[in-house]
């Protein structure tokens, strides 16, 4: 090759073909999909409660996207159906996840509705599920000498409890948990859309 | 210009710059390219990716359209919804959440029990001898009659239960019978006079 | 027309462009100057690739290479190579430099964040230490700090010998490369104290990627305008990979930090479009680049085949692009998407299976110059890493495959046989290389790169093993739904432990590596004449 405009050229062209193909062409498939019927928006406290789980990299560790039956028994571990577009309509930034480390939590709050059992769980996972490699969030929670009105407290067994004191939930954990209570969709998708092939425009 | 002062050696004995020779590419490569051009067509051929794409890859309608399939298993349900708590043996965690395992709540009345599961448990309770101070979820509004019915007769036959099945009817029956309710159960107290 | 028969006519017409394209670069049919297609070949090269490659002759061969001179090389192609050098010995230390700073980094995240998968409370008090932080900081570390630094210096380096001009703009690359390296500080400290964009390779916040943007440019820039002060007619093939690359990344990472713009799904299929590319169309290409320029240089023969370069340059700049969907097999996009990506993922068996061929034939009979020469063991063991995990990655895509692999262990192995086994070992390679003509000093201690060899590639082949067997098992768990989730968990443990021994025996290797560095950066050690060699050679008659 001796002509560097049409090196350049060329380049582009192969990246502009692929752009197409996965950013323009599902932009342009996906953007007028309506949210599933069911889904609702977050509130202020899932809100933050969704952007501490940004900040804390779950997403490194667990997915939200169940895959179809016919795939993998992702329903049969209680995760729930597999997901469609219209399930992430509220979702900014996306938090598909590509690690299962742990289960997939697309419907965490329908499979594990016990606030209690969140809070515990995020202060120290192991003292739940034994053998859990699920970090400890120690820096979500206060020790204080004795709960005051309005604390959340966390119960936990006499081995992992701190000596003299009891364990009480941030704003943030709260937060968080109110996040994860909220992944619950198990309604259905569209009825109209039973007839899901062929496709056609 | 080159700075005279820098120690050049390196430069030196080093070989010419690459080029490249014109050899022809070799027959192997050709066949390859071909075969899997070939290839991809029949892939694309054969997948047939026709499913709308608001759905997503490979979906069943059948699994998104209608109400979705949940197995009727026990052991299942039990292991996917309660198992987190109550722990895969049914032992609990001391002090935190209750033993299924021996417990009179699971082994005696099967309406309590299925009062239970459908509207949950807000306050004191005592299990197998021990206080507890949780608040258990309802999941009345998360799992049909068949299911409840499932996992209810799941738990009273493991780890040693030995009470009886429980029938998807009468999961029916006593949800009618407290379908205004909205608020968990108050503790072990409000739970004792069900019966 | 219906998706699939849509796809199948766009894949058949697109296919059919490129190899048209390809067989008219090969014609010289669109250059604007026809008998510049010769040039290439008008050195008598042609004559030198039958040449017998008995032992003695490569030895020889290799000892002209790096003990002595013998005989005065090409007075006017020395004099070229000397004054591009000079131009770019700066910049491309500062970027080394940096490159070797960010390795550092981004070794003692990886292991801290490899230790707390099998040792979850350790080190639990610390939010910007807890697990989901560290491993961001990691990856951010390794993607904008020691790949695209020691890429880029490599190419700075590079381009004015292989253009035989000198480095335009120097100063200004400097000023780029603290930029870029200001913003990648501030973007790890934003990850640390939690604030950041969420998505996946795209972390460090887009007010922070401005700063790329603009030092980037101010890195890039000057290769362009190098490249359009060249004094060669014909373009070496290292020098398409390094022009193209330049190109790309800016449009990657401007599209994807576009605010206010992607949504949902679509951000999802983005995010991997990106994460995938930002691998393929820049990592890959600059680190090819470098294995087409070293591997040739010291063994002293011409490339096999200017025809597999073009085959293996423009079948990865076109299929390279479309393989990003793999990442999301089973997911909610469209599944045309995924059929495309999987398809694009094995027909890039081609370029790799094309650059390979080219390596091996260029190589073949000179196997023995791996024992002496650092830079050859590291490129071309880089090379072959490429080729394993190009091809993993091929058959990863796969339905049946992807089931079990897809979310475990097993892809972040493989992410590593590419970003380390590949791209890292071959930047080792390059940077033993081009040190002493950067600084114009030999490396101090031939021993200390054989120990750097030797601990990162035991560590390296202990850290695959590990991770990819704990990806098999933990896969194969849980598609078996009748198996508790906390199988799939605990039956990694063993190999977790694995993969943090092999990360340790890794870190050291880089420490190594690093004191190495800045010994000869700051003129310490002995003053040693020749270059440094892994076993000296034998005496010659």
Same mark, same amino acid.
């Given at each position: ?201 | ?16 710059? /690459? ?6 590419? /070799? ?25 709308? /794409? ?23 349900? &039990? ?17 935190? &959440? ?33 206080? &507890? ?63 | ?19 048209? #394209?390809?067989? @008219? +670069? ?15 070949? @008008? ?18 061969? +290799? ?32 970027? +080394?430099?940096?490159?070797? #700073? ?71 690359? !400097? ?106 169309? #820049? ?54 998407? !995924? ?16 650059? @390979? ?82 600084? %114009? ?11 750097? #060899? ?7 082949? !202990?850290?695959?093993? @590990? ?14 739904? %009748? ?59």
């Amino acid at each position: 090759m001796e002509n560097e405009v049409k090196l350049i050229s060329g380049a582009m062209v192969t990246l502009a073909i692929a752009t197409a193909s996965l950013v323009v062409l599902p932009y342009l498939q996906l953007r007028h999909e309506p949210p599933t019927p069911g889904l609702k928006p977050y509130t202020d406290a899932q809100l933050r409660g969704r952007h501490v789980y940004i900040r804390e990299g779950c997403v490194y560790c667990h997915s939200q996207q169940p895959r179809d039956p016919s795939q993998a028994p992702d329903d049969k571990r209680g995760w729930g159906r597999p997901s469609v577009a219209g399930d992430y309509y509220y979702d900014s930034p996306h938090l598909l996840g590509t690690m299962r480390t742990g289960p997939d939590l697309f419907n965490i709050g329908a499979r594990q509705p016990s606030a209690d059992w969140q809070l515990g769980h995020l202060y120290q996972p192991r003292a739940y599920t034994p053998d859990s490699i699920m970090p400890a969030y120690p820096y979500l929670f206060e020790v204080r000498k004795q709960a005051e009105p309005g604390d959340k407290v966390v119960a936990l067994p006499p081995r992992f409890a701190p000596t003299g004191g009891v364990v009480v939930a941030t704003q943030a954990a709260q937060d968080l948990v109110s996040y994860l209570l909220a992944l619950d969709r198990t309604f259905p998708v569209l009825a109209p859309l039973a007839d899901a092939s062929p496709a056609s425009n | 210009m080159p700075d005279t002062s820098r120690n050049d050696h390196a430069q030196r004995r080093e070989n010419r710059d /690459p080029h490249e020779s014109f050899n022809p590419v /070799p027959r192997l490569m050709l066949g390859l390219i071909a075969v899997l051009l070939a290839w991809a067509l029949y892939y694309i051929y054969a997948a047939r990716p026709a499913t709308l /794409p608001a759905l997503g890859d490979r979906r069943s309608a059948e699994v998104l359209a209608a109400v979705p399939a949940r197995a009727v298993d026990g052991e299942q349900i &039990f292991g996917a919804n309660c198992a987190a708590c109550h722990q895969a043996a049914g032992t609990g965690i001391p002090q935190v &959440f209750p033993p299924l395992a021996g417990s009179a709540w699971v082994n005696g009345s099967e309406q309590v029990l299925i009062q239970i599961l459908l509207h949950g448990v807000n306050g004191s309770i005592e299990v197998a001898g021990n206080t &507890f101070n949780g608040e258990m979820p309802a999941f009345g509004d998360k799992l049909g009659d068949a299911e409840i019915a499932a996992v209810a007769s799941y738990i009273r036959n493991q780890w040693g239960n030995q009470a009886g099945a429980v029938t998807a009817e009468t999961v029916q029956a006593q949800r009618t019978r407290t379908a205004g309710r909205s608020t968990p159960w108050n503790g072990g107290a409000e739970l004792a006079t069900l019966k | 027309m219906d998706i699939p028969s849509l796809l199948l006519s766009s894949f058949i017409i697109a296919v059919t462009g490129l190899f048209f #394209f390809i067989w @008219s +670069l090969r014609k010289g049919l669109l250059d604007s100057d026809p008998a510049a297609a010769k040039v290439i070949f @008008s050195r008598g090269e042609i004559g030198r690739v039958e040449e017998p490659a008995v032992a003695g002759a490569t030895q020889r061969d +290799l000892q002209r290479t790096m003990a002595f001179v013998a005989g005065e090389p090409d007075a006017k192609e020395l004099q070229a190579r000397i004054a591009a050098d000079a131009s770019s010995a700066r910049p491309a230390f500062v970027l +080394l430099g940096f490159a070797v #700073f960010w390795l550092l980094v981004a070794s003692l995240a990886g292991l801290t964040s490899s230790i707390k998968l099998h040792e979850p409370d350790w080190l639990t008090q610390y939010a910007w230490l807890s697990f989901g932080r560290i491993r961001t900081i990691h990856l951010n570390a390794v993607a904008y700090g020691w790949a695209p630094m020691a890429a880029l210096g490599i190419a700075l380096w590079m381009l004015p010998r292989l253009l035989k001009t000198t480095l335009e703009g120097a100063r200004v690359a !400097i000023g780029g490369a603290v930029l870029w390296n200001i913003g990648l500080a501030i973007g790890i400290g934003s990850i640390a104290a939690g604030i950041t964009d969420g998505m996946e390779w795209l972390e460090i916040p887009g007010q922070v990627g401005v700063l790329f943007a603009l030092g980037g440019a101010m890195i890039g820039l000057p290769l362009v305008f190098t490249l359009r002060r060249r004094k060669v007619e014909h373009l070496y093939v290292s020098v398409w990979y390094m022009g193209a690359a330049l190109f790309w990344f800016p449009v990657l990472y401007i599209v994807a930090k576009l605010p206010n713009l992607h949504f949902g799904v679509e951000q999802a299929t983005m995010n991997w479009w990106f994460g995938h590319n930002v691998l393929g169309l #820049f990592y890959t290409p600059l680190s090819l680049a470098a294995v087409y320029y070293f591997l040739p240089k010291v063994i002293g023969r011409p490339i096999q085949s200017y025809n597999l370069s073009l085959i293996g340059f423009w079948c990865l700049a076109f299929f390279y692009g479309q393989v990003g969907g793999h990442h999301l097999v089973g997911g909610p996009v469209p599944e045309w998407l !995924i059929t495309l990506s999987i398809v694009q993922s094995i027909m890039m068996i081609v370029p790799v299976v094309a650059f @390979s061929l080219n390596q091996h034939l260029t190589m073949r009979g000179h196997f023995a110059a791996l024992r002496h020469s650092a830079t050859l063991r590291f490129v071309v063991l880089g090379g072959m890493m490429y080729t394993l995990s190009s091809i993993q990655g091929s058959f990863e895509a796969l339905r049946s495959v992807n089931t079990v692999t897809h979310f475990t262990h097993f892809t972040v192995a493989h992410a590593h046989l590419g970003l380390y086994g590949f791209v890292t070992l071959v930047m080792f390679g390059a940077i033993y290389f081009a040190m002493p003509r950067i600084v %114009s000093r030999e490396w101090p201690y031939p021993t200390l790169i054989g120990v750097h #060899f030797w601990l990162v590639t035991i560590g390296f082949a !202990i850290y695959f093993v @590990s991770l990819t067997t704990a990806g098999v098992l933990q896969g194969l768990n849980m598609v078996d739904a %009748s198996k508790p989730f906390m199988d799939s968990v605990r039956v990694t443990l063993p190999w977790l432990a694995g993969r943090s021994v092999g990360g340790a025996l890794m870190t050291l290797g880089h420490l190594a590596f690093a004191g190495h560095f800045l010994l000869m950066a700051l003129g310490r050690g002995p003053r040693r004449s020749g270059a440094a060699l892994l076993r000296p050679l034998a005496p010659t008659a």
